[in-house]
């Protein structure tokens, strides 16, 4: 079982990253992988406007809360040793992927 299914990482980074930082997130998906203990987050807005105005440093800044909170909680850098973000809107997912969350995060 992953370490992460019963904390509900995802929901919580968002909670924190909308209500602490005021970014507009819509969703967030997030995998751990046993086999190479690497931790995966998909960093969802609305639209591809929102994600637009997204700049460099504040994924940066996203990233470096996420890694921050991972290491607090004792999840970096054990069990997991690799981290990797992606950022998309739901947009893009509903035009290019038919509102497939599962087809986009391949």
Do not use: C
Request: aromatic fraction near 20%; glycine fraction near 2%.
């Amino acid at each position: 079982m992953s370490p992460f299914t019963a904390d509900k990482t995802a929901d919580k980074m968002m909670n924190i990253l909308n209500q602490n930082y005021n970014f507009k997130i819509f969703k967030i998906l997030d995998f751990y992988f046993d086999f190479d203990n690497s931790y995966m987050a998909f960093i969802y807005w609305k639209t591809e406007k929102e994600l637009s105005l997204i700049t460099d440093d504040a994924k940066k800044q996203i990233k470096e809360i996420f890694i921050n909170y991972l290491k607090d909680n004792g999840y970096f850098p054990s069990p997991v040793k690799d981290v990797d973000f992606h950022f998309d809107s739901d947009e893009n997912v509903q035009k290019n992927f038919r509102g497939n969350y599962f087809y986009a995060t391949r």
